[in-house]
């Protein structure tokens, strides 16, 4: 079984119900996740009206009263729900975004991406690791906090929308409205790279985006030998490449204990070029990500870009590039000395049998809008899953981990905010 011998590495009686409850209900929890993956949440388009309702039906049957559904637009829910407890006390917030990616490719799919299934010890499916285990493991916290009752504080859910899609009608607009408001928040992405569970990421990485236009000389294509012309699909993937090889050497940052590799420039994530047939091409166009480290600023990130394409043109007469801006989503950091770390390290040493290491998260996470805006510090992501299976066909994590992250949520919500009401933290 998942959890044996867990109750003889638990201090208290509260623990001890906590994990009871879980253990119990292990079965239960990962046929949640399985109707949560049953029910489709792609984004884009972005349509989170369903899944909303599977997750407030759950809520009411674990006796959550205290649940809402908000959003900016009603095709574009957020589920928040709140376990107080029987005294005043600190909040601990779990958020995770209730969207996906869309499946893709469905050649590559080996089974259907909306029905769940088992083979050997994994579960395939949509959104399994990003993030519908964490959901799941996150309304089964709740359930076995207002279980306890006895408890000081509150564990608060913010289930988002929008976050594959830029979090529009997620945190960002919860955190503009006032609904993110809590001492602190865990966002359960998945925490391994090369394993699962493998980190506690203090850090979330930010994302610039922008677009690069070349503009070369549009004209009938027969003629392209005898006159002067420039070929703007062949200079933008001349530009393309320089980027790709130059580009990270004109940004701006310090070197971050956490983020030993440093920002990653993602060139021709996107990439648009041409008319037709019989038109030399004029317009051309790539996209580039550059995820981003603790300390980068969107207005000094912007002046690097465009002084590396003030260089390139510099250099080729011929180049007619022009910077168009998206947007950056920036970076955040927890304090590694916030007590919600010990809590999440003494939880996973009693469910998991180690201590994850601390790191910082590769990608973005809704903490950009959590920690920044809201001013709630995030611990960017802990969860169930494995980060290199998402966003892939045959998306796949542990079939026992809804139920490990449950139970670790639950036991550090409970550690957390029993040690702040009572100082020891």
């Not at 279980?147 to 955190?175: I, M, Y």
């Not at 079939?399 to 670790?408: E, F, N």
Request: with cysteine.
């Amino acid at each position: 079984m998942v959890f044996d011998g867990i109750e003889t590495r638990l201090d208290g009686e509260a623990q001890r119900r906590v994990a009871a409850y879980i253990a119990d209900r292990a079965d239960e929890i990962f046929e949640f996740t399985c109707d949560l993956i049953r029910t489709p949440s792609v984004n884009p388009p972005g349509d989170e009206v369903a899944v909303s309702r599977v997750i407030m039906d759950r809520l009411a049957a674990l006796g959550i009263d205290e649940r809402s559904i908000v959003g900016k637009t009603p095709e574009r829910p957020n589920v928040m729900a709140h376990v107080r407890g029987s005294t005043g006390g600190a909040t601990l917030m779990l958020s995770g975004h209730i969207d996906t990616k869309p499946a893709g490719n469905m050649d590559e799919w080996r089974t259907d991406p909306w029905e769940p299934t088992v083979i050997g010890d994994q579960l395939i499916g949509l959104g399994s690791g990003d993030m519908k285990a964490a959901i799941a493991a996150m309304v089964y916290a709740a359930g076995a906090l207002r279980e306890v009752g006895d408890f000081p504080g509150t564990l608060s859910l913010a289930l988002t929308a929008d976050e594959e899609n830029g979090s529009q009608f997620g945190s960002k607009w919860l955190a503009a409205e006032g609904y993110v408001d809590a001492d602190v928040c865990v966002i359960g992405e998945p925490a391994g790279v090369h394993e699962e569970w493998e980190s506690i990421h203090l850090v979330s990485r930010g994302a610039a985006l922008f677009k690069v236009v070349v503009l070369g000389t549009q004209m009938h294509s027969s003629i392209s030998d005898q006159l002067p012309a420039v070929n703007a699909t062949l200079k933008m993937a001349e530009l393309a490449l320089k980027m790709q090889r130059e580009l990270r050497d004109y940004l701006t940052f310090d070197e971050h204990d956490y983020c030993r590799f440093g920002p990653t420039v993602n060139v021709g994530v996107m990439a648009q070029a041409g008319v037709t047939y019989g038109v030399y091409p004029g317009r051309a166009e790539f996209a580039t990500d550059v995820r981003t480290i603790p300390g980068m600023t969107e207005e000094q990130v912007k002046a690097d870009v465009q002084r590396f394409l003030d260089d390139a043109m510099a250099a080729d007469p011929d180049l007619d590039a022009t910077l168009e801006w998206y947007l950056m989503v920036g970076a955040t950091e927890i304090d590694g000395e916030d007590p919600i770390v010990a809590s999440l390290a003494g939880a996973s040493e009693r469910v998991l049998g180690r201590t994850p290491r601390l790191d910082a998260f590769p990608g973005a996470t809704d903490a950009a809008y959590i920690q920044v805006a809201a001013g709630v510090p995030c611990i960017a992501s802990f969860g169930p899953g494995f980060l290199p299976r998402a966003h892939s066909p045959n998306e796949s994590m542990h079939k026992d981990g809804a139920a490990q992250a449950a139970m670790i949520y639950a036991l550090a919500a409970l550690d957390y905010l029993t040690s702040r009401a009572d100082g020891t933290r």
